[in-house]
Protein backbone atom coordinates (compact mmCIF):
# COMPACT_ATOMS: atom_id res chain seq x y z
CA UNK A 1 0.00 0.00 0.00
CA UNK A 2 1.15 3.28 -1.08
CA UNK A 3 1.67 6.33 1.57
CA UNK A 4 1.28 9.20 -0.23
CA UNK A 5 1.36 12.80 1.64
CA UNK A 6 -0.49 15.88 0.61
CA UNK A 7 0.49 19.53 1.87
CA UNK A 8 0.18 22.98 0.55
CA UNK A 9 0.00 26.40 2.08
CA UNK A 10 -2.59 28.33 3.45
CA UNK A 11 -5.52 28.56 0.95
CA UNK A 12 -3.93 26.27 -1.41
CA UNK A 13 -6.66 24.13 -1.04
CA UNK A 14 -4.65 21.25 0.49
CA UNK A 15 -8.23 19.62 2.21
CA UNK A 16 -10.35 20.58 -0.57
CA UNK A 17 -8.59 18.22 -3.02
CA UNK A 18 -8.08 15.58 -0.46
CA UNK A 19 -11.89 15.62 0.00
CA UNK A 20 -11.91 15.23 -4.23
CA UNK A 21 -9.32 11.82 -3.45
CA UNK A 22 -12.09 11.10 -0.74
CA UNK A 23 -14.95 10.75 -3.07
CA UNK A 24 -13.05 8.17 -4.93
CA UNK A 25 -13.37 6.43 -1.96
CA UNK A 26 -9.24 6.53 -0.89
CA UNK A 27 -8.82 6.91 3.04
CA UNK A 28 -7.33 10.16 4.24
CA UNK A 29 -5.48 10.48 7.40
CA UNK A 30 -5.84 14.15 8.17
CA UNK A 31 -2.83 14.79 10.28
CA UNK A 32 -3.88 18.60 11.73
CA UNK A 33 -7.16 17.27 12.92
CA UNK A 34 -5.62 14.22 14.39
CA UNK A 35 -2.71 16.41 16.32
CA UNK A 36 -6.13 18.46 17.82
CA UNK A 37 -7.54 15.39 19.11
CA UNK A 38 -4.37 13.14 20.05
CA UNK A 39 -3.51 16.02 22.39
CA UNK A 40 -6.19 15.40 24.74
CA UNK A 41 -6.31 11.51 24.01
CA UNK A 42 -3.03 10.05 23.91
CA UNK A 43 -1.60 9.78 27.47
CA UNK A 44 2.10 9.58 26.68
CA UNK A 45 1.51 12.85 24.84
CA UNK A 46 -0.65 14.40 27.43
CA UNK A 47 2.03 13.64 30.20
CA UNK A 48 4.89 15.10 28.25
CA UNK A 49 2.85 18.44 27.33
CA UNK A 50 1.76 18.77 30.79
CA UNK A 51 5.83 18.19 32.11
CA UNK A 52 6.72 20.50 29.02
CA UNK A 53 4.82 23.40 29.62
CA UNK A 54 3.23 22.87 32.92
CA UNK A 55 -0.13 21.63 34.59
CA UNK A 56 -2.13 24.78 33.59
CA UNK A 57 -1.83 23.37 30.06
CA UNK A 58 -5.01 21.93 30.86
CA UNK A 59 -8.23 22.45 32.33
CA UNK A 60 -9.93 21.02 35.37
CA UNK A 61 -12.08 18.86 32.69
CA UNK A 62 -9.62 17.93 30.85
CA UNK A 63 -9.45 20.23 27.67
CA UNK A 64 -6.34 21.77 26.43
CA UNK A 65 -5.93 25.20 26.85
CA UNK A 66 -5.24 25.78 23.26
CA UNK A 67 -4.61 29.86 24.34
CA UNK A 68 -1.98 29.38 26.79
CA UNK A 69 -0.03 27.18 24.76
CA UNK A 70 -0.45 29.47 22.14
CA UNK A 71 0.77 32.26 24.16
CA UNK A 72 3.99 30.44 25.18
CA UNK A 73 4.52 29.07 21.62
CA UNK A 74 3.43 32.24 19.74
CA UNK A 75 6.70 34.18 18.38
CA UNK A 76 9.33 31.94 20.59
CA UNK A 77 10.65 29.50 18.13
CA UNK A 78 12.59 27.32 20.65
CA UNK A 79 8.76 26.89 23.10
CA UNK A 80 7.47 25.55 19.53
CA UNK A 81 10.41 23.58 18.49
CA UNK A 82 9.42 21.75 21.44
CA UNK A 83 6.10 21.37 21.09
CA UNK A 84 6.35 20.15 17.58
CA UNK A 85 8.99 17.54 19.13
CA UNK A 86 6.12 16.37 21.15
CA UNK A 87 3.24 16.44 18.81
CA UNK A 88 4.88 15.27 15.71
CA UNK A 89 6.28 11.57 16.49
CA UNK A 90 2.41 11.37 18.72
CA UNK A 91 1.22 11.86 15.08
CA UNK A 92 3.49 9.28 13.55
CA UNK A 93 2.27 6.67 15.75
CA UNK A 94 -1.41 7.88 15.29
CA UNK A 95 -1.14 7.47 11.50
CA UNK A 96 0.80 3.72 11.77
CA UNK A 97 -2.18 2.64 13.65
CA UNK A 98 -4.52 4.47 11.79
CA UNK A 99 -2.40 2.45 8.50
CA UNK A 100 -2.71 -1.23 10.53
CA UNK A 101 -6.22 -0.59 10.26
CA UNK A 102 -7.05 0.49 6.58
CA UNK A 103 -7.70 -2.96 4.33
CA UNK A 104 -4.94 -4.52 2.89
CA UNK A 105 -6.04 -4.61 -0.60
CA UNK A 106 -6.60 -0.52 -0.50
CA UNK A 107 -3.91 0.36 -3.31
CA UNK A 108 -2.72 3.96 -1.63
CA UNK A 109 -3.63 6.20 1.45
CA UNK A 110 -3.54 10.10 1.72
CA UNK A 111 -1.69 11.60 4.39
CA UNK A 112 -2.74 15.62 4.74
CA UNK A 113 -0.25 17.25 6.99
CA UNK A 114 0.47 21.40 6.42
CA UNK A 115 3.94 20.17 8.15
CA UNK A 116 4.34 17.70 5.90
CA UNK A 117 8.22 18.93 4.73
CA UNK A 118 8.77 20.83 7.89
CA UNK A 119 8.06 17.87 10.88
CA UNK A 120 10.02 15.26 8.13
CA UNK A 121 6.86 13.22 7.83
CA UNK A 122 7.44 13.61 3.89
CA UNK A 123 10.70 11.02 4.46
CA UNK A 124 7.77 8.50 5.69
CA UNK A 125 5.58 8.61 2.23
CA UNK A 126 6.05 7.07 -0.58
CA UNK A 127 4.99 10.05 -2.75
CA UNK A 128 4.80 13.51 -1.99
CA UNK A 129 2.17 15.81 -3.79
CA UNK A 130 2.10 19.83 -3.21
CA UNK A 131 -1.08 21.73 -3.78
CA UNK A 132 -0.67 25.29 -4.85
CA UNK A 133 -2.72 28.33 -6.12
CA UNK A 134 -1.38 31.58 -7.05
CA UNK A 135 -1.16 33.42 -4.16
CA UNK A 136 -3.68 36.56 -4.54
CA UNK A 137 -6.15 33.38 -5.13
CA UNK A 138 -4.97 31.73 -2.06
CA UNK A 139 -5.20 35.42 -0.14
CA UNK A 140 -9.04 35.53 -1.53
CA UNK A 141 -10.27 32.30 -0.85
CA UNK A 142 -8.46 33.04 3.28
CA UNK A 143 -10.20 36.34 3.60
CA UNK A 144 -13.94 34.88 2.27
CA UNK A 145 -12.98 31.24 4.46
CA UNK A 146 -12.12 33.07 7.70
CA UNK A 147 -13.12 36.96 7.68
CA UNK A 148 -10.02 37.92 7.72
CA UNK A 149 -7.84 41.01 6.15
CA UNK A 150 -5.60 40.61 3.36
CA UNK A 151 -2.62 41.62 5.99
CA UNK A 152 -3.52 39.10 8.04
CA UNK A 153 -3.52 36.32 5.59
CA UNK A 154 0.10 37.48 4.50
CA UNK A 155 1.21 37.78 8.05
CA UNK A 156 0.28 33.67 8.39
CA UNK A 157 2.09 33.16 4.94
CA UNK A 158 4.96 34.75 5.95
CA UNK A 159 5.57 32.78 8.39
CA UNK A 160 5.39 29.04 6.50
CA UNK A 161 8.03 27.53 4.53
CA UNK A 162 7.70 28.96 0.36
CA UNK A 163 6.26 27.31 -1.97
CA UNK A 164 9.48 27.47 -4.04
CA UNK A 165 11.12 25.48 -0.94
CA UNK A 166 8.47 22.81 -1.21
CA UNK A 167 9.25 22.17 -5.13
CA UNK A 168 12.35 21.24 -4.41
CA UNK A 169 11.19 17.94 -1.97
CA UNK A 170 8.07 17.36 -3.81
CA UNK A 171 7.24 14.28 -5.89
CA UNK A 172 3.98 16.30 -7.95
CA UNK A 173 2.67 19.70 -7.84
CA UNK A 174 -1.03 20.27 -8.25
CA UNK A 175 -2.28 23.38 -9.46
CA UNK A 176 -5.23 24.20 -7.54
CA UNK A 177 -6.98 27.37 -9.64
CA UNK A 178 -10.87 28.05 -9.68
CA UNK A 179 -11.54 25.43 -12.95
CA UNK A 180 -12.34 22.12 -13.42
CA UNK A 181 -8.47 21.20 -14.10
CA UNK A 182 -8.26 19.97 -10.88
CA UNK A 183 -10.48 16.88 -10.77
CA UNK A 184 -8.84 15.95 -14.16
CA UNK A 185 -5.40 16.09 -12.13
CA UNK A 186 -6.80 14.02 -9.09
CA UNK A 187 -7.94 11.35 -11.41
CA UNK A 188 -4.81 11.67 -13.05
CA UNK A 189 -2.94 10.91 -9.95
CA UNK A 190 -5.38 8.13 -8.63
CA UNK A 191 -4.79 5.77 -11.78
CA UNK A 192 -1.16 6.19 -11.38
CA UNK A 193 -1.56 5.29 -8.01
CA UNK A 194 -4.08 2.40 -8.25
CA UNK A 195 -1.56 1.12 -11.07
CA UNK A 196 1.54 1.21 -8.50
CA UNK A 197 3.02 4.16 -11.15
P1 LIG B 1 -5.49 25.93 5.34
O1 LIG B 1 -4.05 25.57 5.33
O2 LIG B 1 -5.72 27.35 5.57
O3 LIG B 1 -6.33 25.04 6.22
P2 LIG B 1 -6.16 24.51 2.88
O4 LIG B 1 -4.95 24.46 2.03
O5 LIG B 1 -6.54 23.23 3.57
O6 LIG B 1 -6.05 25.73 3.85
P3 LIG B 1 -8.87 24.61 1.96
O7 LIG B 1 -9.46 24.80 3.31
O8 LIG B 1 -9.04 23.30 1.27
O9 LIG B 1 -7.33 25.00 1.97
O10 LIG B 1 -9.37 25.73 0.96
C1 LIG B 1 -9.40 27.10 1.35
C2 LIG B 1 -10.70 27.71 0.87
O11 LIG B 1 -10.67 27.78 -0.57
C3 LIG B 1 -11.94 26.90 1.24
O12 LIG B 1 -12.98 27.78 1.57
C4 LIG B 1 -12.25 26.11 -0.03
O13 LIG B 1 -13.62 25.84 -0.15
C5 LIG B 1 -11.76 27.06 -1.13
N1 LIG B 1 -11.26 26.34 -2.31
C6 LIG B 1 -10.26 25.42 -2.33
N2 LIG B 1 -10.04 24.98 -3.58
C7 LIG B 1 -10.92 25.63 -4.38
C8 LIG B 1 -11.20 25.62 -5.80
N3 LIG B 1 -10.53 24.84 -6.63
N4 LIG B 1 -12.16 26.42 -6.24
C9 LIG B 1 -12.84 27.22 -5.41
N5 LIG B 1 -12.64 27.29 -4.07
C10 LIG B 1 -11.69 26.51 -3.56
Known sequence: MLKIGVTGGIGSGKTTVCRVFQTLGVPVFF??????????SDPILVAGLKETFGPQSYREDGSLDNKYIAGIVFNNAAELAK?????HPAVFRAFDHWVAEVPADCPYVLKEAALLFESGSYKMCD????VTAETQVRIQRVME?????????????DKQMSDEEKMK????????????SVILQVLDLHHQ????L
Open 169 to 180: MTDYILLNQQDH
Open 31 to 40: ADDVAKQIMV
Open 127 to 130: RNIL
Open 83 to 87: LNALV
Open 193 to 196: FISG
Open 145 to 157: RDGVSEQQVRARM
